[in-house]
């Protein structure tokens, strides 16, 4: 199981402008700024449950990602994940976790990639027949056989996203962490890292915590929602209270034979009476974006972006 409660973390900034003078300058004064990444943040996920932590750029979720998988300590506040503090049992609590990056890689780039997975038995210490096992499966699942024998900075991004995946789950823990893990990636590798997904939540028990911009991976994945915003929590449930929450923005869904007349984007700004000139957005329903353009109108009205 996983706790936080009253998390708050915050960065300081340096800034500086352009140019050699204020470079110089900097050398002797550096201005700093205090972003408050996280404020308040509070949520329990129970094992095996798959979840989603959505929210604009720079909201607070790779940093929330950070602290609960032990990178960062946060100013506040406390974080259990199985009964442990993850900054504080950093070797036990890595043994239980998988984190998966989209835009940073755990694959040496210049090996191929059984090396690479061979390197992490190693530093996991997994036994040989469970490497074995492991890898046999995973290659199987995530159609990896004829990539184990290439550098991984000869991959496509689909093709290294498999073998991330893969590397994340060869010493079989109990929590995953998936921040981003489809950017960039075509349909068909999308679909297969979903299925997998799914199937390892269904086969094994993981507990997933996905953080994504694409609610099309949130959808087909996960059955809660954590929106997050300006470092805090501003929804905790279900797609159908995140789609309440956006009516209560102005932002309404229709069927399709209720669209005729839209215009070919499926999306129609309009003003209401007795709304006080506040602008309503109609969504229609078969359109494939209608989530986001729900999810960004939602951003918009909650001033989170």
Same mark, same amino acid.
């Given at each position: 199981m996983i706790?936080?409660e009253?998390?708050c973390k915050s960065?300081r900034?340096?800034?500086?402008?352009a140019g050699m003078?204020a470079?110089c300058?900097?050398?002797?004064r550096?201005?700093?700024?205090?972003?408050?990444?996280?404020?308040?943040?509070s949520?329990t996920?129970?094992?095996?449950?798959m979840?989603?932590?959505?929210?604009?750029n720079?909201?607070?979720?790779?940093?929330?990602?950070?602290i609960?998988?032990g990178i960062?300590?946060?100013d506040?506040?406390?974080?259990?994940v199985?009964g442990?503090?993850?900054?504080?049992?950093?070797?036990?609590h890595v043994?239980?976790?998988?984190v998966v990056f989209?835009?940073?890689?755990?694959?040496?780039w210049?090996v191929?990639?059984?090396?690479?997975?061979s &390197? %992490? *038995?190693?530093?996991?210490?997994?036994?040989?027949?469970q490497?074995?096992?492991?890898v /046999?499966e995973?290659?199987e =699942? $995530?159609h990896?056989?004829? &990539? %184990? *024998?290439?550098p991984?900075r000869q991959?496509?991004?689909?093709q290294?996203?498999?073998? /991330?995946?893969?590397?994340? =789950? $060869?010493?079989d823990?109990?929590? %995953?962490f998936?921040?981003e893990?489809?950017i960039?990636?075509?349909?068909?590798s999308?679909?297969?890292?979903r299925?997998?997904? $799914?199937?390892?939540n269904?086969d094994?028990?993981t507990?997933?915590?996905l953080t994504?911009h694409d609610?099309q991976?949130?959808?087909?994945?996960?059955?809660?929602?954590?929106?997050?915003?300006?470092?805090r929590?501003?929804?905790?449930?279900?797609?159908e209270?995140?789609r309440?929450l956006?009516g209560?923005?102005g932002?309404r869904?229709?069927?399709a034979a209720?669209?005729?007349g839209q215009d070919?984007a499926?999306a129609q700004?309009?003003?209401?009476?007795?709304?006080?000139?506040?602008?309503?957005v109609e969504?229609?329903?078969?359109d494939?974006?209608a989530?986001?353009?729900?999810v960004a109108?939602?951003?918009?009205q909650?001033h989170?972006?």
């Amino acid at each position: 199981m996983i706790t936080m409660e009253h998390v708050c973390k915050s960065y300081r900034v340096s800034k500086r402008s352009a140019g050699m003078i204020a470079a110089c300058k900097a050398l002797f004064r550096r201005e700093t700024e205090t972003v408050q990444a996280l404020s308040d943040v509070s949520f329990t996920i129970q094992d095996g449950e798959m979840v989603g932590y959505i929210g604009p750029n720079g909201a607070g979720k790779s940093s929330t990602i950070k602290i609960l998988s032990g990178i960062l300590t946060p100013d506040a506040g406390t974080c259990l994940v199985d009964g442990r503090v993850p900054w504080k049992d950093r070797i036990a609590h890595v043994r239980q976790i998988g984190v998966v990056f989209g835009q940073r890689s755990q694959l040496w780039w210049d090996v191929p990639v059984a090396d690479s997975f061979s &390197l %992490l *038995k190693d530093i996991y210490s997994i036994p040989q027949s469970q490497f074995h096992n492991n890898v /046999e499966e995973l290659t199987e =699942l $995530l159609h990896l056989e004829e &990539l %184990l *024998k290439t550098p991984a900075r000869q991959l496509s991004l689909g093709q290294r996203m498999r073998c /991330e995946i893969a590397a994340s =789950l $060869l010493h079989d823990p109990r929590i %995953l962490f998936l921040d981003e893990p489809t950017i960039g990636l075509d349909a068909v590798s999308k679909l297969a890292v979903r299925d997998f997904i $799914l199937r390892r939540n269904r086969d094994h028990g993981t507990t997933v915590i996905l953080t994504t911009h694409d609610m099309q991976d949130i959808e087909a994945l996960t059955r809660r929602i954590i929106l997050i915003g300006r470092g805090r929590i501003l929804l905790d449930g279900s797609l159908e209270d995140m789609r309440r929450l956006a009516g209560a923005a102005g932002v309404r869904e229709q069927d399709a034979a209720g669209a005729q007349g839209q215009d070919t984007a499926g999306a129609q700004r309009q003003e209401t009476a007795g709304a006080r000139g506040q602008e309503t957005v109609e969504v229609r329903q078969d359109d494939p974006a209608a989530l986001d353009r729900i999810v960004a109108r939602l951003y918009e009205q909650l001033h989170i972006i």
